[in-house]
């Protein structure tokens, strides 16, 4: 039995009862009050294509937590699953569960609308919408009808300020989001991610279209904003992930090899896969 079978079965045991409870630990799947619980061997499939096999992990509260493992391995996936993106392509199906805050993401009483404002997303490729600086950040709140000019200018000010990008734009924000560098464009993602004040950013590979100091700014970002928000982050910068997140979990061919935290994950990972793949052996 490999370690990290022995470890999830090691997860739980049976109180007098019977009932089945979590054994907590530092180094396990399961951690102490997660938000995002991804439970009961959760699988997934495009049509007949599995591609994610028996997850069960926890993913801790205003942490960053990377996901890392070589293209292909399903890490995208499970990241667009955390707000459903997934259903917008015909043929997917699941077995298992994912909850946040307790709630499932697939219980029919969800609308998927809800779902999204508690869980924003910022791609790989920056794309703002052709309109102004301040029109991208308000575009969720226009859609729902919030059109109070105080909300609005509240909402921008707070959301570039908390993507670091105020004090560039503040006396621009009529200009087009697209006469922005591409930092400052990435960076009006995120603002526009925050602006329905989120519980979760999820970010696919946030920094790879980006140059080395765009990516620095970002990376600072990313550690400032886990004060207020819970973020998972896909990266095959594997350097990236050990100076930003708390928390990593690498993925091979659709399966959890190690999840821990990043320090002892790469430093003293429990699996040999992992240790060869952080090491630049293979991947």
Not at 8 to 32: C, D, F, H, R, Y
Not at 80 to 101: V, W, Y
Not at 104 to 118: A, G, Q, V, Y
Request: net charge negative.
């Amino acid at each position: 039995m490999s370690k990290i079978i022995e470890k999830q079965a090691l997860t739980q045991q049976a109180e007098p009862s019977g009932k089945m409870i979590e054994q907590i630990g530092v180094n396990g799947n399961s951690i102490e009050n997660p938000l995002i619980r991804v439970s009961n061997d959760f699988s997934f499939w495009y049509g007949k294509a599995q591609v994610l096999f028996d997850l069960n992990l926890d993913i801790p509260n205003r942490k960053v937590t990377a996901l890392i493992g070589p293209s292909g391995c399903g890490k995208s996936t499970l990241l667009r699953c955390f707000n459903r993106m997934n259903d917008l392509i015909e043929g997917i199906h699941h077995t298992g569960d994912i909850s946040i805050n307790n709630q499932s993401i697939f219980d029919t009483s969800l609308e998927i609308i809800s779902l999204r404002k508690k869980v924003g997303m910022v791609f790989q490729k920056y794309n703002p919408f052709p309109k102004s600086i301040y029109e991208n950040v308000v575009f969720s709140l226009r859609v729902s009808g919030r059109n109070k000019k105080s909300l609005l200018d509240e909402t921008v000010e707070r959301s570039l300020k908390r993507a670091a990008l105020w004090d560039e734009v503040k006396d621009r924000l009529h200009d087009s989001a697209l006469s922005l560098s591409g930092g400052q464009m990435q960076r009006l993602c995120i603002a526009r991610a925050v602006a329905n004040d989120p519980e979760v950013i999820l970010m696919d590979e946030p920094c790879s279209a980006l140059d080395p100091i765009a990516t620095g700014k970002i990376e600072e970002l990313i550690v400032e904003l886990k004060e207020n928000y819970t973020i998972v982050i896909v990266t095959h910068n594997m350097q990236q992930a050990t100076r930003i997140s708390d928390r990593t979990a690498f993925f091979y061919l659709g399966k959890l090899i190690e999840y821990n935290d990043t320090k002892t994950l790469f430093t003293n990972p429990e699996e040999q896969q992992t240790e060869d793949y952080v090491t630049g052996r293979f991947g």
